[in-house]
Every structure is written in C-alpha cells, then in structure tokens.
C-alpha cells in the first residue's frame, strides 16, 4: 500500500509518516520501482500502535524504546505520564480560574487586567508579609475583585493575613458571603473554619443565615466561631454553645461577655439565666466549671443574678463561694438604670 492510500486510510498525514520513517519508528517494508514507499500489513500496524501510545502522551522516543525493546515495561513510564498529566491540569485549572478572576472583574482596559494579574501574583507569593501587603495596599483604581479576596480568604493559613484578607472582604461591598459561603461545604474543617471566620465579619441576614446553620456544624471551633457572631447579632440560637463554652472553659469569658449582651433584651434574659442555672445543677463536683459559670452569671445586666450567687456565696465549695461573694459585691456597686 502507497503512502497516500496509508495515510487516507489512517488518518495520519504523508507528513508525519516519512517523519516515522526518517526516526525509524515505522519503516515501509518495501519500494515501488518508481522508489515509492509501500507499507505492508504489519507496517500499517505499527503505525497504529504508534498513534495509540501517542494518544497516551508519550513522545516519540519513548515510542520506540516501547516498541523495540521486549523487557520494556509500561508501569513506571505510564506512573510518570499520570503525575505529568496531573501537573498539567492543575496547571491549567489555575490558568482557568486566572482568566474567571479577570473577566469577573470586567476591567475597562489592559492596565485594569495587569492590576488583576499583580494582585494575583502577590496573594500566590511565598512571602506572607507580601500577600499581606497586596491586600492592605490596593490600587485606588482597581479594587481587589471580591471574587479573588474570598477565595484567598479560604486558601490563607496566616493569622496576620487571613486577617488583612477578612478585613478588606468586609469594606469590599457586594456581595461578599456568597463568594465565601461555598467554604462552608468544603470537607476540609480548616477551609469552614476561615470561612465563618470571614462571615461572621460581614453584615446582613444572609450572613446570619449562613452563620445558624454552622450551629450544626461537626467541628467544635465552626460552632463556637458561628455562636460568638450570632450572640453578637442577637440571635438567640446561640445561647446553648455559648453556654456550652462557659462549661467548657473555651473563650468562656468572651462567651459570657456575648451572653451578657444577649440578656440586655429582657425577653432573652430569663431564658439565659435559666441555662446557666441548670448547669450550676448539673456540675454540683467540678469546681472550675461552677465557678466559670458564677462568672457569666455576673454579666448578666442588673441585679438579675444577685439571688443566685447569693446563694453560691454560701456553697460547700470554698473556692466557688469566694469567688460568688467577690462577685455579689461586684454586683451591688454596679450602676443600675
């Protein structure tokens, strides 16, 4: 069979097959008088067998040491085209997301898409102190896109910058929880804890939404994080973790201090000074337990507790009845309205 009838009936163009034949891959067996090339039917196979390894990724070269050499194995050369195909497509994910990033921000001109592109190279550097310092000195006239800070948010281990980043998602406008809500799904606890960290800093109800349901959440540190904004929000669904961290000594003061707020509503007050009571209850042995909670009895506002540490002043326990009577003098110097 003729080059051109081989290359038709291949789909491989006369082109590539005298390439084939000048490396050697796949030699025609014969020539026509006229000096033309003629592939046999083994010729045409391995012509065949060259695209399908070529349809794997591999070159040309590695083509012929597979075909050539009968101890060639596949399993070490077909390892390294998966990790070299993986690369590659994260590689082109980022491209992907690069380009989304630009056309979400619907620059007006090329100097608007060369801001978009600094900014994303400084919040992907290596240098914490410059992913910061992207963050905290914008262009006036390009403003970091909400779509890049929520993403950056979600990706930032940081303190420092997760804080920069966090801050400028909140003076960004827009609408910056549903860039960041997503976080919330992720099955990775430490891309949901930066995300309700960064909702709890945003204003509205659906940020409030978004923070009750990570009430239900499965990590301990999304509930206490979503229960700290919510009290803050007067939102009274809330008050069982807040308690919970009372009880279990995890930023109780900041819990109490949240709980204290929550009751300036006389509506919540009662319900919150009924919880607190039941544990008192409930934790008659633990003496530090018993004593972080007289201490969030004392934020409630007036003299809404007095009777309870009053009480507490007389316990068995000496450590918590010291500490109720400091507690119930506090109270009676405190200013009433």
């Not at 990775?188 to 959440?217: C, K, S």
């Not at 000496?318 to 309205?337: C, M, N, Q, T, Y």
């Amino acid at each position: 069979m003729l080059i051109g009838e081989v290359a038709r009936r291949s789909g491989v163009s006369t082109r590539m097959l005298r390439h084939y034949d000048s490396l050697g891959l796949v030699r025609p067996t014969g020539r026509t008088v006229g000096g033309y090339r003629e592939y046999s039917a083994e010729d045409i196979l391995r012509i065949f067998q060259v695209e399908s390894l070529r349809s794997l990724g591999l070159s040309l070269r590695q083509i012929g040491r597979a075909l050539e050499d009968p101890a060639f194995t596949p399993s070490a050369l077909v390892g390294d085209l998966i990790r070299q195909t993986e690369d590659r497509l994260k590689r082109d994910q980022e491209l992907l997301e690069r380009l989304r990033t630009v056309d979400a921000s619907a620059p007006s001109g090329w100097p608007g898409v060369l801001r978009i592109v600094e900014l994303l190279h400084g919040l992907n550097s290596p240098s914490a102190a410059r992913r910061q310092q992207t963050v905290l000195t914008p262009a006036e006239d390009v403003p970091v896109p909400i779509e890049l800070l929520a993403g950056a948010v979600l990706a930032e281990s940081d303190p420092n910058v997760a804080g920069a980043l966090r801050w400028a998602l909140a003076r960004a406008g827009g609408d910056g929880v549903a860039s960041v809500a997503a976080g919330m799904c992720s099955e990775d606890v430490d891309i949901r804890r930066r995300a309700v960290l960064a909702i709890a800093e945003l204003p509205g109800d659906t940020a409030t939404v978004v923070l009750t349901d990570a009430l239900g959440d499965s990590d301990t540190m999304v509930r206490r994080h979503a229960a700290l904004a919510l009290g803050t929000r007067g939102v009274t669904a809330a008050v069982p973790t807040l308690v919970g961290m009372v009880i279990e000594g995890t930023n109780d003061v900041e819990a109490a201090e949240v709980l204290g707020t929550l009751s300036l509503d006389p509506g919540r007050a009662d319900q919150i000074m009924s919880a607190l009571a039941d544990e008192l209850t409930t934790h008659t042995a633990n003496s530090a337990v018993r004593i972080r909670l007289a201490q969030a009895l004392a934020e409630l506002p007036g003299t809404i507790a007095q009777g309870v540490l009053q009480q507490l002043a007389h316990d068995d326990d000496r450590a918590v009845a010291l500490i109720a009577s400091a507690l119930v003098g506090v109270l009676a110097e405190r200013p009433h309205d």
